[in-house]
């Protein structure tokens, strides 16, 4: 199993930003995506990108997430803007090993950690 790790995570008030970004993929999967969990939920899909940079998002985070690749640094990025309490959770990101892209948790071969976003009011 390829490990990736995420990292970025932290705490930060209701408006702020952060930046995640998962490593440790050895080779560029075609599809990757971040997930999130908060305490008490189902694990949802918020965003997903194919080898070609094309990206969807859920209606949750859609205009203020931005999923981004570097297929040179084998590299993944979530970008979240204006952020709410609403977005606490653990985020995870996961990796396909195959060209097409699906939301559902159980389509991704390759899953990190998790790291812990805080968001207070």
């Known amino acids: 199993q390829v490990p990736l790790v995420e990292s970025g995570g932290g705490s930060v008030q209701a408006g702020g930003s952060l930046k995640l970004s998962c490593t440790g993929v050895?080779?560029?999967?075609?599809?990757m995506g971040w997930f999130r969990q908060a305490p008490g939920k189902e694990r949802e899909s918020i965003a997903y990108?194919?080898?070609?940079?094309?990206?969807t998002y859920a209606s949750s985070v859609k205009g203020r997430f931005t999923i981004s690749r570097d297929n040179a640094k084998l590299t993944l990025y979530l970008l979240m803007d204006n952020l709410t309490p609403e977005d606490t959770a653990v985020y995870y990101c996961?990796?396909?090993?195959?060209?097409?892209?699906?939301?559902?948790?159980?389509?991704?071969?390759?899953w990190g950690q998790g790291t812990q976003v805080t968001v207070s009011s």
């Open positions: 996961a990796a396909r090993r195959y060209p097409d892209c699906y939301s559902g948790a159980v389509y991704y071969d390759y």
């Open positions: 050895g080779y560029s999967p075609n599809c």
């Open positions: 990108i194919n080898q070609y940079s094309s990206s």
